[in-house]
């Protein structure tokens, strides 16, 4: 891991109408690093992830990918930036009308304008490094299960070899095996790429396992962060409370306020 | 509340939509007219736009055709002008008939189909999926389709003339005793290029009209199925009258020789 800085939030901001939902994100996060944010349901994670991505535009605040400012990019520009990474939507988001192996390939076919030939002999080598058989690539996304699914979408999100990798809550709704068998696979994956990676989640066997450090986030605000090894001594109450799953503590769920 | 306030935002909202509308509109035809074009995709929804129609087009066409050839007779009949039938149901097919109603069909199943084709796919975030793979959505999915509705279209109403006629020809000769081949040279003879070809120029506004408003309300869609319920209806609604009213403007303004 070198001290080379890939992403930088500074003091993002990010409101929908009078909500506001993130209120000065401050994180850093190295080249080949492995950042997991946890945080409550509707905290803010998926909004943090689509600013950095340039879905949506924080309303202040400043996003550097590599050095360049980001927030606010469009067009081509934002293009450019994008090309470098990937994401896995935390509904895996498949494109329906086409195939397994159509999805896989898309950013290869559409972004790289690469020809199909070629593109569909990476497709199904992605395929085969999440561990689906061949076959599946001719199906179309609505016949698989959730968890293959999550696969087929973590083989698009590394198919054109990104720089970065998002994954949005990759395990959310597998069963325990299944959901290791993801983690296997991102820790894996990332590593083979050498990518940098961001993973959002709430399931902390998943975190402990892909994050070389992790960050939680709270009311829209990075409250603590610190090495996967020191989050169960990080004196943090709010952490604690998260981590153990507690009802009782610092952070009240909205449905206790109401 | 105060009654002006309500007033107030009733009209601001209003201004916001067109404003959205307009923003998108701009957009959508920059992307029609730059490259990359996508032909694979355009012919897909030729495909799905046109061949498609053709039963439910093809059919309201006919009875339309016949249903004329019977009021315009009856009409007809007390000026003793019976003899006009054939002319007037190829007027009225071309000019009027045959491309509005083509083009209120095709809203029925196209502009619905297509809001709730990209309505689903904003909301289980397929459209942030194309942009992360650098994709434009406008590109990719409302360009082909606008595209293919503006070329679709007039083929369309061009089949739904030739069967509105011919369902005016049958019901005139088989049931109302007009000698084929006098009918058939009445409708020849009185019917101008400018009838059909303002027809035809109407159906592409028309098939722009119906795939903008299903990209427009399927891309702005939010909140789940019942979201893409609301958009689905939203641009039937929507692409319906504005067809009624940009036909009323055309023809007032462009074809009223
Ligand atoms: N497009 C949007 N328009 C309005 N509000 C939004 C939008 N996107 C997100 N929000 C709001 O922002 C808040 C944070 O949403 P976000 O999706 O980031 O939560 P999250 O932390 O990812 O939660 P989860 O773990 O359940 O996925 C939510 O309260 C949500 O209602
Ligand atoms: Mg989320």
């Not at chain 1, 500074?10 to 506001?20: A, I």
């Not at chain 1, 061949?134 to 016949?143: K, N, Q, R, W």
């Not at chain 2, 019917?191 to 120029?201: H, K, M, N, R, T």
Request: hydrophobic share 45%; proline share 3%; with cysteine.
């Amino acid at each position: 891991m070198s001290t080379d800085k890939h992403i930088v939030l500074n003091d993002v901001h990010k409101s929908f109408g009078p909500k506001s939902v993130l209120n000065g994100v401050n994180l850093e996060i190295g080249r080949r690093e492995s950042v997991v944010v946890i945080g409550g349901s509707g905290t803010g994670k998926s909004v943090m992830l689509k600013c950095i991505l340039g879905l949506l535009h924080p309303d202040s605040g400043s996003i550097k990918i590599g050095g360049t400012e980001v927030s606010g990019l469009r067009g081509r520009k934002l293009d450019e930036v994008l090309a470098t990474m990937g994401m896995l939507f935390q509904g895996a988001a498949l494109f329906d009308s086409l195939k397994v192996w159509e999805n896989v390939a898309f950013g290869l076919i559409q972004g790289k304008k690469m020809d199909r030939a070629k593109a569909r002999d990476i497709a199904f080598d992605k395929l085969a490094q999440v561990g689906l058989k061949a076959d599946v690539g001719e199906l179309s996304p609505a016949e698989l299960s959730g968890g293959m699914q999550k696969r087929v979408g973590l083989a698009r999100a590394i198919a054109t070899d990104p720089e970065i990798i998002f994954f949005d809550e990759p395990t959310t709704g597998l069963d325990p095996i299944m959901g290791d068998v993801i983690n296997d696979l991102i820790v894996h994956c990332v590593k083979a790429t050498g990518a940098t990676a961001v993973s959002i989640t709430h399931d902390m066997a998943s975190a402990r396992k892909i994050a070389d450090r992790i960050a939680m986030i709270y009311r829209g605000e990075i409250i603590w962060q610190g090495t996967a090894a020191e989050i169960d001594n990080s004196g943090n109450e709010y952490v604690d409370q998260f981590i153990h799953g507690r009802a009782d503590g610092p952070i009240q769920m909205d449905i206790l306020k109401a | 509340m105060n009654f002006l306030a309500v007033i107030g935002q009733v009209v601001l909202a209003a201004f916001t939509d067109v404003g959205r509308l307009a923003v998108f509109v701009q957009n959508a035809v920059r992307h029609c007219i730059t490259p990359p074009i996508y032909p694979r995709l355009i012919l897909q929804q030729m495909i799905r736009i046109g061949y498609n129609s053709l039963p439910v087009v093809g059919l309201t066409a006919f009875f339309t055709g016949g249903v004329l050839a019977l009021q315009i007779y009856i009409g007809g009949s007390r000026f003793n002008a019976e003899s006009l039938v054939s002319s007037i149901v190829a007027l009225g097919i071309t000019r009027e008939l045959g491309p509005v109603l083509a083009g209120l069909m095709v809203a029925g199943r196209v502009s619905a189909a297509i809001a709730a084709e990209i309505g689903t796919m904003r909301v289980t975030e397929q459209i942030d999926a194309l942009v992360t793979l650098a994709t434009n959505p406008f590109k990719y999915l409302v360009a082909p389709r606008l595209i293919a509705a503006v070329i679709t279209l007039p083929i369309l109403v061009a089949i739904a003339d030739t069967i509105g006629i011919m369902g005016g020809y049958i019901v005139g000769t088989k049931s109302l005793g007009f000698n084929s081949g006098v009918y058939i040279k009445n409708t020849v003879d009185f019917i101008e290029y400018q009838d059909v070809f303002s027809g035809l120029a109407k159906s592409a506004v028309f098939g722009f009209i119906i795939a903008l408003m299903g990209c427009y309300h399927g891309y702005n869609s939010q909140g789940g199925a019942q979201g893409v319920g609301r958009a689905t209806t939203n641009a039937v609604v929507s692409a319906s009258i504005l067809i009624l009213a940009s036909n009323y403007i055309m023809t007032s303004l462009l074809f009223n020789t």
